[in-house]
């Protein structure tokens, strides 16, 4: 077994955005072979907003080839090109945490 787990800070102006990118994560990860369980979390001052998912996944390769499906390599693409470019928007992120955890067994 697998845990994933990222926070993202972002601030308070980009709550909405970033709400509805998260709940579609967590739509495609429920969806997506291998996901046992994903949660998303909030926790919220008046400096900014943080975002933490919690993925649980059979193996870490399931979890590896949900961050590689076709749609997200081209979000990511599409944004590396915008900001080589020079008309990046501005990030709404201010910090990106992630952890990964094995199951230990007994």
Do not use: N
């Amino acid at each position: 077994m697998y845990i994933r787990t990222v926070a993202f800070e972002v601030v308070p102006e980009g709550k909405d955005v970033f709400l509805e990118k998260i709940m579609k994560d967590v739509t495609s990860m429920k969806g997506y072979s291998g996901c046992l369980s994903t949660e998303a979390w909030l926790s919220e001052t008046k400096k900014s907003v943080t975002f933490q998912l919690v993925s649980k996944w059979q193996e870490k390769k399931d979890f590896q080839a949900w961050l590689k499906r076709p749609e997200h390599l081209q979000k990511h693409r599409e944004a590396h090109r915008a900001e080589k470019e020079g008309h990046a928007k501005p990030s709404i992120v201010l910090s990106k945490t992630s952890h990964e955890f094995s199951l230990i067994h007994e």
